[in-house]
């Protein structure tokens, strides 16, 4: 015998049928020719592509409005002076409305109806190497999860898709297909990677509390479909350790497992959990290496020419489980950024050896640059505002040119400094 609904059950489906009702009443004002509903993330709060695009779009076009959409579980992240509205309630839907411009790397909440004359601009969040949108077919335990006529309807809604590279144009194209207008413009969120000053990292640095002289890594992890929880395939600790005092572990978990990695932090203050900070990008310009695995976050530290080195002892289930567009552990110049390890002692070992940083290393990290952040060189935002917003043309090239503006390959990266010290 099924249940019977309880009264704050009732309550909430009351509360949504009257929005939706009132929601179809805004459908019949004005677009507001000034307004831009911005989000990230399923509405995490102010970052990614969006919030570049928000910032550059206050500096070229005052005249409109940003406002940001979040969940009423992460309005403590919100800026200060930065408007907003929650999720759901009477504000979003008005707005969701009458906005002539709508920004997000993922989906707004709830389902709208896109309007004649409004434009959304998909940012994206990353560059592919796991299967996305109606790739995952293939992947029975994914394709459970997916509800593709969902995925194409909200794909249809897109009037713009942004792209950091030929190989994600390539695979958008085919696994949301849509009558959009391509973006090859670069990320707007890699900017930062080109125009933080030495000033800036240093500052930076010294706030995650980095020792001058250390040698920062940043580990930051990919989620596992097939995994519950944050289970790193290494022990921050025993890394710390086994590196010494020169150097410190930035752990930052995957934002799907929350605001804390767990990493206690015992070894000397050397091992720091770095999940809540709010934003990844100066946790990269902090770092002297990246260690990952499959994060897309490996294609945005590209940018800034230093170490990255591959740890992934799971390689074959996460490919086989998820699904990879190319072999990551190959080896082979333009699919793998760096050292590949597949055991903590081997992780280690390529730290000790410096073979983190060697010339084999840095020609793999150029090979890979070259493939995968050719639009990328500090001005992705502008463009993409001026076009999405219907600016003038400022004279920037309609997208980076391989290599233009760059910094050349080696340590330390792009003009900026390197702070480890020497081993």
């Not at 939706?20 to 004002?29: F, G, K, Q, S, V």
């Not at 940001?68 to 999720?87: F, H, K, L, N």
């Not at 100066?282 to 080195?309: G, H, K, N």
Request: charged share 20%.
């Amino acid at each position: 015998m099924p249940s019977r609904p309880t009264r704050a059950s009732v309550k909430r489906f009351v509360r949504r049928q009257a929005m939706r009702a009132a929601y179809r009443t805004d459908l019949y004002r004005p677009l507001d020719p000034n307004l831009a509903v911005y989000g990230a993330y399923w509405n995490r709060g102010v970052a990614c592509n969006p919030a570049a695009i928000h910032a550059k779009a206050r500096e070229l076009a005052p005249d409109i409005r940003g406002l940001w959409v979040v969940s009423s579980r992460y309005r403590d992240r919100m800026p200060a002076g930065v408007p907003y509205v929650i999720e759901g309630s009477r504000p979003y839907w008005r707005a969701m409305a009458t906005a002539t411009y709508l920004v997000n790397n993922s989906s707004f909440p709830g389902g709208f109806t896109k309007r004649p004359g409004q434009r959304y601009l998909q940012t994206h969040h990353g560059t592919p190497l796991k299967t996305m949108g109606l790739d995952q077919r293939a992947y029975p335990a994914l394709a459970r999860k997916a509800d593709f006529a969902k995925i194409l309807a909200h794909v249809g809604q897109w009037d713009f898709s942004l792209s950091a590279n030929p190989h994600t144009t390539e695979v958008w194209d085919r696994v949301y297909p849509g009558p959009y207008e391509r973006l090859d413009l670069g990320y707007p969120r890699n900017d930062v990677y080109f125009t933080a000053t030495a000033e800036d990292i240093a500052k930076i640095r010294a706030g995650l509390g980095i020792a001058e002289g250390q040698t920062a890594l940043l580990y930051a992890p990919t989620h596992r479909d097939y995994r519950e929880g944050f289970l790193p395939d290494l022990d921050p600790e025993r890394l710390a350790r086994e590196l010494g005092p020169e150097y410190v572990l930035l752990v930052r978990a995957h934002y799907f497992y929350g605001r804390s990695a767990g990493a206690a932090g015992t070894v000397d203050g050397r091992v720091l959990d770095v999940t809540a900070h709010p934003r990844v990008e100066e946790l990269c310009l902090a770092a002297d290496a990246l260690i990952t695995d499959y994060s897309s976050l490996t294609f945005d530290y590209a940018c800034l020419d230093r170490p990255v080195v591959v740890h992934a002892p799971d390689w074959d289930a996460y490919r086989g489980a998820r699904g990879t567009y190319f072999d990551l552990l190959s080896g082979r110049p333009g699919d793998t950024p760096g050292p590949v390890t597949t055991t903590s002692d081997e992780l280690v070992e390529a730290f000790r050896t410096g073979e983190w940083r060697s010339p084999a290393s840095a020609a793999l990290r150029t090979a890979f640059r070259e493939r995968f952040c050719p639009y990328d060189d500090g001005h992705a935002a502008e463009r993409v505002v001026r076009r999405f917003f219907g600016l003038p043309h400022s004279g920037l090239p309609h997208s980076g040119l391989p290599h233009s503006g760059l910094p050349h390959s080696g340590l330390p990266h792009s003009g900026l400094p390197y702070f480890g010290t020497p081993h």
